[in-house]
């Protein structure tokens, strides 16, 4: 029912893992389509036609988390729940986790991309926060702690603490705070005259600080915020490492903030390649990767977890602000009544 699919991502040029991911998302998206609506996905037709902002609504809808009957379930249909069962999705849960939803919608815009369709790339911004709070509230309202394991903050301070407290030790401390808030391309290229370090004075103490401006700012969170200031541990941290590269500078060569300890006949500049291993290697030590050395932490998953808590927070204070109420009232008025 899915050949588009097959001829959509035939001309790809990427490994066929990726394909078959890709391919196994957009047959999600058709399958739940058809049950939903009756008809094929609208980037089946021929010539293929954009997704509706109201279908990409309903789907965000139907995958939220919802609170029933002390489980975990989602809110679309039973019929549809029942139909994506047969078909062979969602096999093993009652509702999908907000990664999954997060990257299927990714996958289809993916698909928009590739056949320069258009795409409501904000609508899925503004829903994606709802997706995680409401997985959260649900959760909360089963009794479950919100603080996951695998949250950004968690994370990093288990990456944190699998440092050393050698010099590759106090690189990687550096190196997972800058990863918070830029690619890991931004981080290799980053060099000392792109810093600034100083103190600030808040109540009443004086505190270390290191401003930053990102020269070409990438997603939300940069856009909106290209001067970074780290504060207080952050800062110290910072410049504990930067003490110990600016020895190491060569008299009129590179002024790379961060560079591998000199070996033979190898470069000690990072790159993009050098600092996953790295960060994989770490979530290993730091018991957040399985044996194999598996994980979902990599240099991309810091910096979006960290920009979503942010748009998360951020978005919470906004309305519990304007509410007069704190966070978690925020969070149990967003829940939807039990069907």
């Known amino acids: 029912m899915a050949d588009w699919v097959d001829r959509l991502l035939t001309e790809q040029t990427m490994a066929p893992r990726t394909i078959a991911q890709y391919a196994a998302g957009l047959r999600y998206w058709d399958t739940w389509h058809r049950l939903r609506y009756g008809m094929p996905l609208p980037l089946a037709a021929a010539p293929p036609v954009a997704v509706s902002s ?3 609504m309903e789907f965000i809808d139907d995958h939220l988390a919802l609170a029933v009957g002390g489980r975990l379930r989602m809110r679309m249909a ?23 939803s997060d990257w299927r919608l990714q996958v289809l815009q993916i698909a928009h991309r590739v056949l320069n369709l258009r795409f409501d790339r904000e609508l899925v911004r503004r829903r994606k926060s709802e ?14 702690p919100m603080a996951l394991p695998m949250s950004a903050n968690n994370t990093v301070k288990a990456l944190l603490g699998a440092c050393n407290d050698n ?9 997972i705070i800058f990863l918070c808030r830029l690619t890991s391309t931004q981080v290799a290229k980053l060099r000392f ?18 401003e930053l401006t990102i020269r070409d700012p990438i997603g939300q969170l940069q856009t909106s915020q290209p001067k970074i200031r780290f504060v207080g541990d952050e800062a110290t941290l910072i410049k504990a490492w930067g003490a110990l590269r600016e020895d190491e500078l060569i008299q009129g060569g590179e002024d790379w903030f961060f560079a591998r300890k000199a070996r033979r ?15 994989r290697l770490l979530a290993q ?3 957040v990767a399985d044996a194999s050395g598996r994980s979902r932490v990599s240099p991309q998953w810091l910096r979006k977890a960290y920009e979503r808590e942010w748009l998360e927070h951020s978005g919470l204070v906004k309305a519990a602000r304007a509410a007069k109420v704190g966070t978690r009232s925020i969070l149990r008025m967003t829940r939807r009544p039990e069907a």
Not at 265 to 279: D, G, M, Q, V, Y
């Open 265 to 279: 006949n190898t470069s000690t500049e990072l790159n993009h390649t050098w600092i996953a291993r790295r960060i």
């Open 78 to 100: 039973l019929a549809i729940f029942d139909g994506l069962r047969e078909a062979g999705y969602n096999a093993r849960v009652d509702c999908v986790a907000p990664a999954t």
């Open 285 to 287: 030590r730091a018991g």
């Open 167 to 175: 010099r590759e030790g106090t690189m990687d401390v550096a190196l």
């Open 193 to 210: 005259s792109q810093l600034t370090p100083g103190t600030v004075v808040q109540e009443g103490e004086e505190l270390d600080a290191v």
């Open 131 to 144: 997706i995680y709070a409401a997985w959260e509230a649900e959760r909360a309202a089963l009794g479950i």
């Open 54 to 56: 109201d279908t990409v």
